[in-house]
């Protein structure tokens, strides 16, 4: 989990696989990222020793700190104890109460009038073993984020930003892609961290930018759909779904949606598995 640290600390042994960043280089492009934060409330992942959090804390309106280490978020709360505009969570961002954090506080809403989430922006440094799990947790929760900006591995940044038909296309891709623009920005070196990790790291920045409604795939179906599209990635996508579909009625969806029963799911667009599911849906009883 690269994390971000101040200069000339001795090299230590990284836990809950923390590796934090050993200059402002990288921190100072990250938030540089984010662009205008002043109207913005930030909500950053994994926090650390807070070099990244000094930075947010000059330029943001509202800066949420969610750190799951013990000692590194009471160190978080006396460095930023007198800052007003600065919330520290002790917690695992995959147990927050999101809605409790961006959505509308009981008693304080007008009737009749709206609720209009405060815009807000993530910026996070994310585990290689449960970036899926944050990623779909924030997207489940995407109507409060303008923008994500994200630290991962280099390998998993690659499957995020990858196209249809090319080799790292698949499941992560679709999803992300299903709920925002997806933006490589740039790589982290190893000797960047302390201690150093084995891989290099990649900052993406994802701009929220839902397509469910314009594809006509609204509701959480469509995700579950994916999922079984891609269960299996040396199998055809007709292998892939015909447990799960009537092979009648799958194999007219195919059909309609001009999609060969031989194509592996990585090959197809947002545009044509929504056409499939859409097809399947229809077809279905009580649909």
Excluded: C
Excluded at 139 to 164: H, L, T
């Amino acid at each position: 989990m690269p994390r971000v640290a101040s200069t000339h600390r001795p090299q230590r042994k990284p836990k809950l696989g923390q590796h934090f960043l050993a200059g402002p280089e990288y921190a100072s492009r990250i938030d540089e990222a984010l662009g205008d934060i002043s109207q913005h409330t930030v909500l950053e992942i994994g926090p650390g020793e807070g070099v990244l959090t000094s930075l947010l804390a000059k330029r943001a309106r509202r800066l949420i700190a969610v750190e799951i280490d013990r000692v590194l978020a009471a160190q978080l709360r006396l460095k930023f104890g007198m800052a007003r505009n600065v919330e520290v969570i002790e917690a695992d961002i995959l147990a927050v109460d999101i809605d409790s954090l961006f959505g509308p506080k009981p008693g304080l809403g007008r009737p009749g009038v709206e609720f209009k989430p405060a815009p807000t922006k993530v910026v996070g440094n994310l585990p290689y073993y449960i970036t899926s799990d944050i990623l779909l947790r924030l997207f489940e929760y995407s109507k409060y984020f303008e923008s994500i900006v994200i630290m991962v591995q280099r390998e998993v940044g690659d499957r995020i930003a990858a196209e249809p038909g090319s080799r790292d296309y698949g499941i992560l891709s679709a999803t992300a892609q299903l709920y925002a623009r997806v933006e490589k920005l740039f790589v982290v070196p190893p000797e960047a961290f302390n201690p150093p990790p084995k891989v290099f790291s990649s900052v993406l920045r994802l701009t929220i930018e839902r397509q469910q409604e314009r594809l006509g795939v609204a509701g959480d179906g469509f995700i579950d759909f994916l999922r079984l599209s891609f269960g299996q990635k040396r199998k055809t996508l007709w292998n892939n779904l015909r447990a799960a579909y009537d092979p009648a009625i799958l194999k007219q969806a195919l059909a309609e949606a001009k999609v060969d029963p031989g194509a592996r799911a990585e090959t197809l667009s947002l545009e044509e598995n929504a056409a499939i599911y859409r097809n399947l849906r229809s077809a279905q009883p009580n649909s």
